[in-house]
């Protein structure tokens, strides 16, 4: 089965705004895929849907071969999803964080623990497991959105817009973990507007706008026609 299977896919939202008109979108397993558009294209409206955060208005949407609507908790337990805002619990700490999530995907605890510590160590929060979320940097609540994404050790990664206003080097940090993480296996699946970052990690990339796929390809094929 495919990471992602998004066929026909569309969104009205309630206001009359058709945020996505009939998208059909494929990402195999271990691929690392960029929907890459400008700002108001529909690539959050496409991984809200995906992510069981939006409802689509019709289509379908299969992660893992499983319904995002009709097998939804199968399809959430696959995806790791780290959106675009904070919204932690300001007064949590780090460490209650991360294994509070792996409680809703039903870890054991020992499990939830031994999962939260390597991801806090290898995100370089060890130190910080103990601060409430409110006190951390920007790049360290990023980092944490992170490690609290993975740590029921999903399949598949999505992340919306992942280097937003961060700083060159927690960018070229960020790049580096998502890059091994998928040498390792996992489907990584990001939005971006930033051509750059698309080309520097992906290696195929659908192009969305206006709500429509207008090209989706190999990195090298859309490169080559620059
Ligand atoms: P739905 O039809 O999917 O239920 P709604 O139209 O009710 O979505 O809007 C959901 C939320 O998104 C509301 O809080 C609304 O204020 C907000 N919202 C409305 N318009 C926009 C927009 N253009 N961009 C982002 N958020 C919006
Ligand atoms: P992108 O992530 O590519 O910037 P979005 O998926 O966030 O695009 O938004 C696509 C379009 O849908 C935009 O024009 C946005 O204003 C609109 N939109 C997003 N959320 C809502 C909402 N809740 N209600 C109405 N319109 C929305």
């Known amino acids: 089965v495919a990471a992602l299977a998004v066929e026909n896919l569309s969104k009205v939202y309630g206001n009359g705004f058709e945020a996505l008109k009939g998208i059909t979108l494929e990402v195999a397993k271990g691929d690392f895929f960029a929907l890459l558009g400008p700002n ?13 955060l939006v409802q689509k208005s019709s289509g379908s949407a299969y992660v893992m071969g499983h319904d995002v609507n009709g097998d939804a908790f199968q399809a959430r337990r696959s995806l790791g999803v780290v959106p675009q805002e904070f919204n932690f619990n300001q007064f949590e700490k780090v460490y209650d964080i991360v294994v509070t999530q792996a409680g809703y995907f039903g870890l054991k605890p020992s499990e939830a623990r031994a999962n939260a510590e390597e991801l806090l160590k290898a995100l ?7 601060t ?3 006190m951390l940097s920007g790049g360290m609540k990023r980092r944490l959105m992170i490690a609290r994404a993975l740590v029921h050790k999903p399949d598949v990664l999505i992340l919306d817009e992942p280097t937003a206003g961060v700083d060159i080097e927690l ?15 996992t489907t990584i699946i990001l939005t971006t507007h930033y051509l750059e970052e698309a080309e520097q990690l992906c290696r195929n990339i659908a192009i969305i706008n206006k709500g ?8 090298r094929e859309l490169l080559s026609q620059l």
Do not use: H, Y
Request: glycine share 10%.
């Open 124 to 130: 370089d929060l060890w130190e910080k497991r103990d």
């Open 212 to 219: 429509e796929i207008v090209q989706c390809t190999s990195k």
């Open 171 to 185: 960018r070229r940090s960020m790049w580096e973990f998502m890059e091994d993480l998928n040498k390792k296996g």
């Open 132 to 134: 409430p979320s409110r």
């Open 40 to 52: 108001g294209a529909g690539k959050s409206t496409t991984l809200g849907i995906v992510s069981g």
